[in-house]
């Protein structure tokens, strides 16, 4: 194979050191990328192996291609940094050849379980760095956005090892991991956007919904979320970590899906018994769209739903992150993800597509109901208690409207 080969390594279940568990190597062709991985035969041989996506990657020997996603498993490509980690590490090392060059820099905050290096004996070098404050760690964020200088050491520190493109990092405090997403110059400027997060992601546990844990701290005056991370987990001084597939790689392990290239929510919840996933994770599904529905979170893409390893070949939907309503009015909201059948964010549309998340008509309107009332009387509480003044509830109220009733037809755009 080239020279562009890459070993990839897994931190198998309470392993603090990762074995190789294959290799894939890219070359370029007339049509495109071909990619081909093979698992090793060590570590097939293992009692204790996982496949790296159990789907599209079954732990077998002989060779597994891909042509899309430049190439790439969506298991591994889930490794890559996105346009946050991205920036960073171009700041620390310049540009890199997308995305080998950007998930070879291996940091210990890359998502799920997965190390790369570039031979079978050469271990990942992860790139820690010294610890910094928060305050030190913000002030550095705005920097970056800002185009102004940082010390490496700090760069390496503003790392996520995970996507998304906020500015964000990753800490560890109170015997957990968290990442702590910062302000934006970006951000809409009437709100705070790290606390409109954290009162959302609030939200949707009172409507029921497994949210990530989050926090607000505020430093300098400015706010930052803190995300509990619930793919790493503390024991005995040591960092755990859990295998991690996102919405993306789910529909990428089906062949046919290249020439569909929908991500919707029914086709995410029809492939999920295939990872194991049960039908109370299906209807904890259909409860995430009607809710980022309900909060018109309508960034609510491919690489924002994700499945959690629980064992063997068995994933469970992890818990729900970045929920942030969007502060645009419309009459009706379409989401990066496909709702229902027609896209639009009204109850017609929720309900056809029922059936994919095992409820029947019924019951999905019982729990479409159940969300909107929640919401309706339960907002305002919920954003007092997340410190928001009455000023800010002014800003956001229009977000929690009762859904459209909606019809098919005047649902399609
Ligand atoms: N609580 C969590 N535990 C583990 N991984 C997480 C958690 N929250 C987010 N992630 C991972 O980190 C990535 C980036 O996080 P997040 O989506 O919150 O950032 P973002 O910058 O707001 O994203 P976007 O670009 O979608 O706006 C996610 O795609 C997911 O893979
Ligand atoms: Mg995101």
């Known amino acids: ?76 490509l889930d490794s890559c940094p996105d346009r946050w980690g991205v920036k960073v590490i171009e700041r620390l090392v310049g540009q890199q050849d997308y995305p080998r060059g950007y998930i070879l820099r291996n940091d210990p905050g890359r998502a799920g379980a997965l190390a790369f290096s570039t031979g079978a004996k050469e271990a990942p070098q992860e790139q820690s760095s010294r610890e910094f404050s928060l305050e030190q760690l913000l002030t550095a964020a705005e920097d970056v956005e800002a185009n102004r200088p940082v010390d490496s050491e700090l760069l390496k520190a503003l790392h996520p090892g995970t996507g998304g493109a906020r500015p964000k990092c990753n800490i560890v405090e109170n015997n957990a991991v968290w990442i702590a997403k910062f302000p934006s110059i970006d951000d809409e400027p009437l709100i705070s956007i790290p606390r409109l997060e954290h009162a959302t992601m609030q939200l949707g546990r009172l409507c029921g919904i497994s949210t990530a844990e989050t926090c607000i701290r505020e430093v300098n005056g400015r706010d ?51 990872y194991g996933c049960t039908e109370a994770h299906r209807k904890e599904l259909f409860r995430r769209m009607v809710f980022n529905c309900m909060v018109k979170n309508v960034d609510d893409h491919e690489l924002n739903h994700g499945l959690l390893h629980v064992r063997g070949d068995t994933f469970e939907l992890a818990p729900a992150y970045d929920i942030v309503p969007s502060l645009k009015r419309h009459a009706i909201h379409y989401h990066a993800m496909l709702v229902g059948e027609s896209g639009a964010g009204t109850i017609a549309n929720l309900v056809s597509v029922a059936e994919a998340f095992t409820f029947n008509r019924d019951e999905a309107l019982a729990v479409i109901h159940q969300i909107q009332q929640t919401v309706k009387e339960g907002w305002r509480d919920v954003f007092y208690a997340a410190g928001f003044g009455d000023e800010d509830l002014r800003t956001v109220e229009h977000v929690f409207q009762t859904l459209p009733e909606g019809s098919e037809l005047s649902d399609r755009r």
Not at 36 to 52: E, M, N, Q, S, V
């Open 1 to 76: 194979m080239t020279s562009d080969e890459l070993f990839v390594w897994i931190y198998l279940p309470g392993d603090q050191t990762p074995v190789v568990a294959g290799r894939l190597g890219v070359s370029q062709t007339a049509a495109g990328k071909l990619g081909h991985f093979t698992y090793g035969r060590t570590y097939l041989a293992r009692k204790d192996a996982i496949p790296i996506d159990p789907v599209a990657l079954p732990l077998k020997k002989g060779e597994y291609t891909f042509t899309s996603l430049s190439g790439f498993p969506g298991a591994i």
């Open 224 to 274: 930052v979320c803190l995300v509990r991370r619930f793919d790493r987990q503390i024991d005995n001084d040591q960092i755990h970590r859990r295998a991690f597939l996102s919405a993306r790689s789910v529909f990428y392990a089906d062949p046919a899906y290249v020439a569909v290239s929908t991500p919707s929510y029914a086709r995410l919840s029809r492939w999920m018994p295939r």
